[in-house]
């Protein structure tokens, strides 16, 4: 590897990385991200990797600091991205309600769960990491992009014609809080809007929805996640919620719209979950 590109990495290099501020930021940024991906998580079935954006967030706050440098950022950036598998949890631990395994959720019970599925994360990363990272078809994985905003950011230090990115980062959040505010204190703007619309003796929905954090998670977690995403909208309520209502009789005293309601709700869900199993499943098979 040439010198230039290895630059970061050289044994002689003497920087402070296991800093005090560093730690405490990187601690403040995991809980904010566990916090977010897992609000997420519940509301829409979804979470982001916050690797990237913790990046851009320490280095945009430690260079206000004085001698700041890339590997402390580096290791701020490694601290918040635990927050991705942390959060993971919300998936594992309703399974449990829904099969009648767990009755409620004991503190201690849920913390050694959770230790133990982080070590079982980072145990099969060791493995993983070649078939996932060194011979991955991403073309830029990751790990990759985060190092290479923390080496523009390094090199970008001494110039200060750009900002420190605090200003769009305490604009964005200024934006999405008035937002909120307006939408469930004012209530002066919806965050929901549906259409009931017949299909023969069937009937279903076009759902819309809008939320700052969800047009923030959409930005982070690229096209083509968010294009899949809409594509199970459309074959659930285009597809199999009419094929549903028309094929299926209608219950007595139940109107139509709460019976598509109950559709989606018990059959059309179910699908898309044994989607995401076999998807699972199939990404292990391949991995192998």
Same mark, same amino acid.
Not at 58 to 79: D, G, H, Y
């Given at each position: 590897m040439k010198q230039e590109e290895n630059e970061f990495m050289r044994h002689e290099l003497r920087l402070p990385e296991l800093t005090v501020r560093g730690m405490i930021l990187g601690a403040i940024l995991t809980v904010i991200f566990t916090a977010s991906n897992v609000y997420l998580g519940l509301k829409v079935g979804l979470t982001f990797s916050s690797a990237i954006p913790a990046a851009v967030i320490?280095?945009?706050?430690?260079?206000? #600091?004085?001698?700041? $440098?890339? +590997?402390?950022?580096?290791?701020?950036?490694?601290?918040a991205s635990a927050a991705g598998t942390l959060s993971a949890i919300i998936f594992i631990i309703p399974g449990m309600l829904m099969i009648g395994y767990w009755q409620g959720f004991e503190f201690w019970q849920t913390l050694l769960v959770s230790a133990c599925g982080g070590c079982l994360?980072?145990?099969?990363?060791?493995?993983l990491r070649r078939a996932m990272v060194v011979h991955s078809d991403?073309?830029?994985?990751?790990?990759?992009?985060?190092a290479e905003i923390l080496k523009v950011g390094s090199h970008e230090k001494s110039d200060e014609k750009?900002?420190?990115?605090?200003?769009?980062?305490?604009?964005?959040?200024?934006?999405?809080?008035?937002? #909120?505010?307006?939408? $469930?204190? +004012?209530?002066?703007?919806?965050?929901?809007?549906?259409?009931?619309?017949p299909v023969g003796r069937g009937m279903t929905q076009l759902p819309l929805g809008y939320s700052t954090a969800l047009v923030g998670a959409g930005y982070l977690i690229g096209i083509a996640a968010g294009l899949s995403m809409l594509v199970g909208i459309l074959i659930a309520w285009a597809g199999f919620v009419p094929y549903y209502t028309?094929?299926?009789?209608?219950?007595?005293?139940?109107?139509l719209q709460k019976f598509a309601g109950s559709v989606y709700q018990e059959r059309v869900r179910l699908i898309g979950a044994g989607a995401m199993g076999v998807a699972a499943v199939w990404t292990l098979i391949m991995l192998a």
């Open positions: 320490s280095m945009a706050i430690l260079k206000m #600091a004085k001698n700041s $440098n890339i +590997l402390e950022n580096n290791m701020v950036q490694t601290q994360g980072v145990l099969f990363t060791i493995p991403l073309a830029y994985p990751e790990g990759v992009a985060a750009d900002g420190s990115g605090v200003k769009e980062i305490g604009a964005g959040g200024i934006f999405a809080g008035i937002v #909120a505010f307006c939408t $469930n204190a +004012l209530q002066v703007l919806g965050s929901e809007l549906s259409c009931w619309i028309i094929t299926s009789p209608l219950p007595d005293g139940m109107t």
